[in-house]
């Protein structure tokens, strides 16, 4: 039986946030193509993260411009940059991998494979501070499914420093601060969950594009300006603007 979708999720608008051009508060700057980017570092942490991140590549398959067979140890700098900057569920959209917001503003494929963090840093504030959430309904979730304890038994993380802790967003485990958490709770709160069959189980540590989740998941179709995602071990609905912070979430803060 198909999922069923209960308190459809809002469309917010897609906020004002100068066009997604990472001034951000003053603390972002916009990328500059005269100017090499440093890349997503979060995202060439180490070995295993090196493993997980080309894991991830094969799993979601169709994810874009890396083929198949392509070998962790090919990866250039630019590789990772790209991989770290494109949300699996946004692999096969055109432009691929960027967020629909921005893509609606004008952000293009090249523009934000070439983002660093600082530049990804300032698009989030933007955003955020354009942000018109609606008042969540009194039940809604105040917090994720997984504890940091059981995020780091399934990755294999280390323990997260004094005051930040681990979600996942769509397969990739991030480490937040207390305020990015925070912001990613009220994210959460204002979040449609489909009705899933009993039978069905969602694996957290899955990165999967928007027709892979509907096929895995047996979801309903979504209108224009919705989006899936999947939150720790929770398929969530949200609104474009909505999916463009979680996604900025999703590469600000992943290990």
């Given at each position: 039986?198909?999922?069923?979708?209960?308190?459809?999720?809002?469309?917010?608008?897609?906020?004002?946030?100068?066009?997604?051009?990472?001034?951000?508060?003053?603390?972002?700057?916009?990328?500059?193509?005269?100017?090499?980017?440093?890349?997503?570092?979060?995202?060439?942490?180490?070995?295993?993260?090196?493993?997980?991140?080309?894991?991830?590549?094969?799993?979601?398959?169709?994810?874009?411009?890396?083929?198949?067979?392509?070998?962790?140890?090919?990866?250039?700098?630019?590789?990772?940059?790209?991989?770290?900057?494109?949300?699996?569920?946004?692999?096969?959209?055109?432009?691929?991998?960027?967020?629909?917001g921005l893509a609606k503003k004008g952000v293009t494929y090249q523009d934000w494979a070439g983002y660093d963090q600082d530049a990804l840093r300032g698009v989030f504030d933007d955003r955020w501070t354009a942000y018109t959430p609606a008042v969540p309904a009194?039940?809604?979730?105040?917090?994720?499914?997984?504890?940091?304890?059981?995020?780091?038994?399934?990755?294999?993380?280390?323990?997260?420093?004094?005051?930040?802790?681990?979600?996942?967003?769509?397969?990739?485990?991030?480490?937040?601060?207390?305020?990015?958490?925070?912001?990613?709770?009220?994210?959460?709160?204002?979040?449609?969950?489909?009705?899933?069959?009993?039978?069905?189980?969602?694996?957290?540590?899955?990165?999967?594009?928007?027709?892979?989740?509907?096929?895995?998941?047996?979801?309903?179709?979504?209108?224009?300006?919705?989006?899936?995602?999947?939150?720790?071990?929770?398929?969530?609905?949200?609104?474009?603007?909505?999916?463009?912070?979680?996604?900025?979430?999703?590469?600000?803060?992943?290990?």
């Amino acid at each position: 039986m198909a999922a069923e979708m209960r308190n459809p999720p809002k469309n917010h608008g897609d906020g004002h946030g100068n066009n997604g051009n990472g001034r951000g508060n003053g603390n972002g700057k916009k990328y500059d193509r005269a100017e090499p980017a440093r890349g997503n570092d979060n995202a060439r942490g180490g070995n295993a993260d090196l493993a997980r991140i080309a894991t991830g590549i094969a799993a979601a398959s169709g994810l874009i411009y890396l083929t198949p067979d392509m070998d962790a140890a090919q990866f250039t700098d630019d590789d990772y940059r790209t991989i770290a900057n494109c949300p699996p569920g946004l692999a096969k959209k055109d432009p691929p991998c960027v967020p629909p917001g921005l893509a609606k503003k004008g952000v293009t494929y090249q523009d934000w494979a070439g983002y660093d963090q600082d530049a990804l840093r300032g698009v989030f504030d933007d955003r955020w501070t354009a942000y018109t959430p609606a008042v969540p309904a009194p039940d809604a979730p105040r917090d994720t499914a997984l504890t940091s304890a059981q995020i780091r038994q399934i990755f294999d993380l280390p323990a997260e420093p004094e005051g930040k802790r681990y979600a996942v967003i769509d397969g990739r485990p991030v480490l937040l601060s207390a305020e990015d958490y925070e912001k990613l709770m009220t994210i959460n709160t204002l979040a449609a969950r489909p009705t899933l069959a009993d039978s069905i189980t969602v694996l957290p540590d899955a990165a999967l594009t928007q027709e892979q989740l509907i096929n895995r998941y047996n979801l309903p179709a979504l209108g224009d300006g919705q989006n899936y995602a999947v939150l720790d071990n929770q398929i969530i609905a949200l609104p474009d603007q909505s999916y463009d912070l979680l996604q900025l979430i999703r590469i600000l803060g992943a290990v």
